[in-house]
């Protein structure tokens, strides 16, 4: 019974979450296109440095930094940006204090450190892949559902 539900909720929940995936990838895009257009580069202070340590093996994943900074409009400003494994360990395990960061000035919270490449394609991509094997999946079950139930004509 549970195979069943299972096997009946995969497509659909292959399609949420790529559709999700790939809404969030579009955000992040155009936000990294925003920055890029007419963000600003200021030095930001690092406050705090964040990350999960997986039960078992105790590795380590999911780095965040929590940093503050003061716009040109002398606006202060508070926000988390998420970075890669070796960025958060270079944070946590130097004393370095300050950060290069891009915000954009007319939402100030949303900032990407200044170095950052723009992944969000690949985001889209991923998403656009699962939602098709999702809808991949519904179709070919249905298809082969109604094959089995057309019994074949005796000549």
Request: hydrophobic share 45%; proline share 3%.
């Amino acid at each position: 019974m549970f195979a069943k539900l299972k096997s009946a909720l995969l497509p659909p929940a292959l399609v949420v979450i790529g559709l999700g995936l790939a809404y969030g990838g579009f955000t992040e895009g155009r936000n990294f296109k925003a920055i890029a257009d007419h963000g600003k580069i200021v030095e930001a202070s690092v406050d705090r440095v964040t990350w999960k340590e997986k039960a078992v093996s105790g590795r380590e994943k999911g780095f965040k930094i929590e940093v503050h900074f003061e716009t040109e409009a002398k606006q202060a400003v508070q926000a988390t940006l998420s970075v890669s494994k070796a960025e958060g360990q270079r944070f946590r395990d130097t004393d370095a204090s300050s950060v290069k960061i891009k915000y954009l000035p007319e939402a100030p919270s949303t900032v990407i450190l200044a170095d950052a490449k723009d992944e969000s394609g690949v985001m889209m991509i991923a998403g656009g892949v699962l939602a098709l094997v999702g809808a991949g999946i519904f179709v070919y079950r249905r298809k082969k559902k109604a094959a089995e139930g057309a019994e074949p004509v005796a000549a």
